[in-house]
């Protein structure tokens, strides 16, 4: 019975979205999809890792484990409104890479009200704008399930990091194919790319990073309270 209702959740869901935007997913509905979403991620930031931590330890907590040796060269590929930004130190280069200029205003406001730098760039997740083996660390955070091509966007990493560079990632993951959620994943991908800015919520992430051809990669799993894509990873991957 609860798997009958979710499934007619999300087909209610699908109806309102093709009578929003309309099966051709215009141009303007495009542009607004992405002014709100950029809106919608300044105003959350914080309310996503509440919704987090209520599932498993503290997100937050997590992520300050995992940006605690930040140093040096760091690029972040998408940084969006900035909501990795309050946990890095002051005392780095930070580079972002940004395709969407609808955010930049939130992510400006938030490093300056913080005192930090940045050499905030346009470009996309598969050339980033940096030299070879130039970069300490790179950071993705809810990136990849959104970015044209995550293979193309790998071994761009890869080329900016220098020998034992650290890529630092928290990303959200496919489930196990034949599952019911894999299926409702697949289902409403096509909806669900114009609500949450192009992401594809079955896109298979942990196999695209364990096949890129880093030294080695430790992640952990967790949880969210969040539907369709609950699955989590927060780990490092080594050049």
């Known amino acids: 019975m609860a798997h009958q209702f979710i499934a ?3 087909r209610k869901w699908m109806m309102t979205v093709n009578q929003i935007i309309g099966d051709s997913q215009s141009k ?12 919608m ?3 959350s930031s914080s309310t996503y890792d509440k919704v987090v931590s209520d599932v498993y330890d503290d997100l937050s907590l997590r992520k300050l484990s995992l940006f605690a040796n930040l ?9 969006g409104t900035g909501p990795t930004v309050p946990y ?8 972002g890479i940004q395709p969407k200029p609808h955010t930049h205003s939130y992510l400006q406001k938030q490093v300056e009200k913080l005192g930090l730098n940045i050499d905030l760039r346009i470009g996309n997740a598969e050339w980033l704008d940096a030299e070879d083996n130039s970069i ?6 809810l990136v990849l399930c959104s970015v044209p091509n995550i293979d193309y966007t790998l071994q761009a990493v890869l080329r900016v990091l220098k020998p034992g560079g650290r890529f630092l990632f928290i990303e959200n993951i496919a489930v196990p194919k034949g599952t019911l959620l894999r299926k409702i994943q697949s289902k409403i991908n096509p909806g669900w790319k114009v609500i949450d800015d192009v ?8 196999i695209a990073l364990e096949n890129a051809g880093f030294t080695n990669i430790h992640y952990e799993q967790f949880e969210a309270k969040m539907p369709i894509i609950s699955p989590h990873i927060i780990g490092i991957a080594t050049k």
């Open 136 to 141: 300490d660390t790179v950071v993705s955070n």
């Open 41 to 43: 991620m300044a105003q």
């Open 71 to 79: 140093q040096g060269t760091v690029l972040e590929i998408v940084p």
């Open 199 to 206: 992401c594809h919520p079955d896109r298979e992430t942990l």
């Open 28 to 39: 303007t509905a495009a542009n607004f999809g992405k002014r709100f979403f950029a809106w």
């Open 8 to 10: 007619l959740e999300i």
């Open 88 to 95: 890095y130190p002051k005392d780095i280069y930070q580079t």
